[in-house]
């Protein structure tokens, strides 16, 4: 069963819930509005559909391999990366200036969800590679950007972030790489790096490391981190490749999915010569500050991992429909004359109900989300841009880690509803929720997102933004209010579910101070809470808006009737477990914290 690229209910989400022609109306995106976005997904329906996901089952079973410090990638994928590069897709959102289309956020979300429904092993390198651009787009200096920016976003060299080490797992103030300055204002880059993404590869011509080093005076913790550029080759002031930079794979990692993505432990040189002299590199900003800028591509990363979430979740529902549709078995519980298709059994029906409403709100809420970056970047007033940035920092945790979390109950779901088959690989199901597993993991795992929204989202600003959007469902609760059948159905879901939530609030608001272990105890309860009430808000104003274009005869009947439906499902089977959540969050932390250590 091939991906379909579901552009319709993109097209839905955009234009409805994310409002396109709003941002349209934005400085800069005078033509971005629907009629280009229908343009643009159509086109990268074609490439993702026909190019990219034929390529997705290949790489699970001839994933990339390693020889002599050089990575191979599957079969296929180095001329895919060459189409996808040419089509100008590396650069939807990114600046005209350098090369980019300059299309809004909220195009180039969709854009990547096509791509990671299509073959996620794939798509990763395209997603560092952004992140990297981001990266230097807002810390770089001139001379950075004018070499490295329009190759990154032309596809002729990609992107990597080079975080992490083998002693510090995500406590990056353990971070050991040392970057010593030169006289020509060089760095001598020195020190391993594990779980770099595409660190090596044979899509491009060059590889661009964004790398996390300390200086020799530095101080101990993130404060004394600093980020440095790295290519594999070195090239001149226009660009032309030149020596081979000290920078080396020693190995690739064996994963339990998403094996066509060549994840490396790469090696730059060391600080005594033994095995090189160490790569020259050179410092991106100001010294001491290479975390606040990296920052900026893992907040990119993680919004992309998100959407991977989504996308993993789609492939995975699409196939399930596909199955249940074939797959004959069993006599329908209310009488039937012989065997039926599965799609007709009640808890089938459950299970792939439950896929898609999880899907299509995780879907709606991330694009509600990149409107807002929009708005927060390219907004005329200042303070309206203030406004949108604080609201798009409010979600991306939980774009990433309840998008992720949903796509692993969906994959499994999937899964369940092949029976038997699913287990055996040559159905599919099974890939992909194995190369959903790492989702909650890369780029922050989700205690990480949920300790960052409570802190960070949260407490710092007092709930103001937390409140803002809260009082938002409000007044979607009273368009919903004494409309009659499915519409207020949603609303009396949606109520109490966006009570559970503002206490929720308000408990980690009054008990941060006092009793943080507890908060932090919860904090993972609260995230799925958040996820699941915003994205039922989403599912309500879907609802409402297609009870409003089926009244005025504008669409399609079956779609429109079937968006309302989705919705009344994800109220009544979704919305219902915010109460158990705010519990979990609110009152859990006894249980949680409870037992000695040593009882474990």
Not at 61 to 84: I, K, N
Not at 101 to 106: A, E, N, S, T, V
Not at 152 to 176: F, K
Not at 435 to 455: K, M, P
Request: aromatic letters at 6%; one cysteine or more.
């Amino acid at each position: 069963m091939s991906y379909v690229a579901p552009i319709r209910d993109m097209m839905f989400v955009m234009r409805h819930l994310a409002g396109i022609d709003e941002v349209a109306r934005l400085p800069g995106f005078a033509d971005a509005g629907h009629e280009t976005a229908q343009a643009v997904l159509g086109e990268c329906a074609k490439l993702n559909e026909g190019v990219v996901e034929p390529l997705n089952r290949p790489g699970d079973l001839e994933p990339s391999t390693l020889a002599d410090g050089a990575v191979t990638t599957t079969p296929g994928f180095r001329e895919a990366f060459r189409q996808f590069a040419q089509g100008g897709w590396q650069g939807v959102q990114h600046p005209a200036e350098f090369g980019g289309q300059g299309l809004p956020k909220l195009i180039a979300t969709a854009c990547m969800e096509m791509l990671n429904s299509a073959n996620l092993s794939f798509a990763l390198c395209p997603l560092l590679t952004d992140g990297a651009i981001e990266a230097l787009l807002v810390a770089g200096s001139d001379e950075q950007k004018r070499l490295f920016v329009p190759r990154l976003i032309s596809g002729e060299w990609t992107g990597t972030m080079n975080l992490t080490e083998s002693q510090a797992g995500s406590d990056l103030a353990l971070v050991r790489a040392k970057a010593v300055p030169q006289p020509d204002g060089s760095y001598r880059i020195s020190g391993q790096k594990i779980f770099i993404t595409f660190g090596e590869h044979d899509m491009a011509d060059n590889i661009v490391h964004l790398v996390l080093a300390r200086t020799p005076d530095a101080p101990e913790g993130v404060k004394g981190i600093s980020l440095f550029v790295v290519p594999k080759f070195l090239v001149d002031a226009e660009g032309r490749k030149g020596a081979r930079n000290d920078v080396w794979c020693q190995s690739i990692e064996h994963k339990l999915g998403i094996k066509a993505s060549p994840t490396a432990v790469l090696i730059y040189g060391d600080d005594k010569g033994e095995v090189g002299p160490g790569a020259i590199g050179y410092r991106v900003g100001e010294e001491n500050r290479g975390l606040e800028y990296m920052f900026v591509m893992m907040n990119a990363a993680r919004f992309a991992v998100g959407m991977q979430g989504v996308a993993v979740a789609e492939r995975a529902y699409q196939r399930a429909v596909a199955y249940a549709r074939e797959r004959v078995q069993s006599r329908d519980v209310a009488g039937s004359s012989g065997p039926v298709p599965i799609v007709r059994h009640p808890d089938v029906r459950r299970m792939l109900m439950t896929m898609r409403a999880s899907t299509e709100a995780a879907r709606a809420l991330a694009y509600v989300a990149a409107a807002t970056s929009d708005a927060g970047h390219h907004a005329a007033d200042e303070a309206v841009r203030r406004e949108n940035m604080a609201v798009y920092e409010f979600l991306v945790p939980i774009v990433k880690g309840w998008s992720t979390e949903m796509s692993l109950e969906v994959a499994s779901l999937g899964v369940q509803v092949h029976g038997g088959m699913g287990f055996i690989e040559e159905t599919g199901a099974a890939q992909y929720y194995r190369d959903a597993r790492i989702l909650t993991i890369y780029e922050g795992t989700t205690a990480i997102q949920a300790n960052d929204f409570v802190g960070r989202k949260t407490v710092r600003d007092g709930g103001a933004v937390a409140r803002g959007l809260i009082a938002r469902v409000r007044e979607t609760e009273a368009q919903l209010a004494g409309r009659g059948g499915d519409l207020e159905a949603i609303g009396a879901r949606l109520s109490p579910a966006r009570a559970a939530l503002e206490e929720t609030v308000e408990h980690v608001l009054g008990a941060f101070r006092g009793d943080v272990r507890a908060v932090f105890a919860g904090s993972v309860p609260y995230l799925r809470l958040a996820g699941i009430v915003l994205g039922g808000w989403q599912m309500a104003r879907a609802a409402l808006a297609a009870d409003a274009a089926l009244a005025a005869g504008d669409g399609d009947a079956g779609f429109l009737a079937a968006k309302i439906a989705t919705a009344r499902f994800f109220a009544d089977h979704l919305l219902t477990q915010a109460s158990a959540l705010r519990a979990a969050a609110v009152e859990g932390a006894a249980g949680t914290l409870a037992m000695p250590e040593e009882a474990f």
